[in-house]
T-cell receptor, first 114, second 109 residues
Framework: NAGVTQTPKFRILKIGQSMTLQCTQD?????MYWYRQDPGMGLKLIYY???????DKGEVPNGYNVSRSTTEDFPLRLELAAPSQTSVYFC?????????????FGPGTRLTVT | KNEVEQSPQNLTAQEGEFITINCSYS?????LHWLQQHPGGGIVSLFM???GKKKHGRLIATINIQEKHSSLHITASHPRDSAVYIC???????????FGTGTSLTVIP
């Protein structure tokens, strides 16, 4: 199993550009999450999904969109990038059922908006 | 106010020392997690616990549900333990996780 994979690893965007951060998991997990990590701050939830076709906002959803057309993939879309979106983005997934609360994290995408 | 508070924020230790990192939380939880993040690296799960104590090698995690408090201990610390340790909780309502800001540990040879 590759676990949770994310692409790209690094990206520099100009203000106003758009991009999609890709996230794929091969563990057949129902739950998937997108977080951002800013220096000195805890991980903040952007969006999450409890299954294909179902998504919901987290704590900091403004400026982002997601879709979940398959169990495996959970892309995060940035529209009109702003410097405030400079951060490290982590995708994570977990299974369902008792004892399945452990999250598996991708390697992260470091995004700079200038 | 953050749902999860960690202390200390930064910690420097000599190799071989016993290390304790503390975590307090304010929400009802299904489980508490200790995560490790190496510089420039990803995040890995060390422990997931909902009661009592767990041990893995030189790492020990404890939780007191009544006091809403957990500790991560590292015995005989080693420079390779240098990392950021993050406490997180899975809330027992909804589907969210809440994260502490992390404890940056440096172990000096």
């Amino acid at each position: 199993n590759a676990g949770v994979t994310q692409t790209p690893k690094f990206r520099i965007l100009k203000i106003g550009q758009s991009m999609t951060l890709q996230c794929t998991q091969d563990m057949n997990h129902n739950y998937m999450y997108w977080y951002r990590q800013d220096p000195g701050m805890g991980l903040k939830l952007i969006y999450y999904s409890v299954g294909a076709g179902i998504t919901d906002k987290g704590e900091v959803p403004n400026g982002y969109n997601v879709s979940r057309s398959t169990t495996e993939d959970f892309p995060l879309r940035l529209e009109l990038a702003a410097p405030s979106q400079t951060s490290v983005y982590f995708c994570a997934s977990r299974g369902v059922g008792t004892g399945s609360y452990e999250q598996y994290f991708g390697p992260g995408t470091r995004l700079t908006v200038t | 106010k953050n749902e999860v508070e960690q202390s200390p924020q930064n910690l420097t230790a000599q190799e071989g020392e016993f290390i304790t990192i503390n975590c307090s939380y304010s929400v009802g939880i299904s489980a508490l997690h200790w995560l490790q993040q190496h510089p420039g690296g990803g995040i890995v799960s060390l422990f997931m616990l909902s009661s009592g104590k767990k041990k893995h090698g030189r790492l020990i995690a404890t939780i007191n549900i009544q006091e809403k408090h957990s500790s991560l201990h590292i015995t005989a610390s080693h420079p390779r333990d240098s990392a950021v340790y993050i406490c997180a909780v899975s809330a027992n309502t909804g589907n969210q996780f809440y994260f502490g800001t992390g404890t940056s540990l440096t172990v000096i040879p």
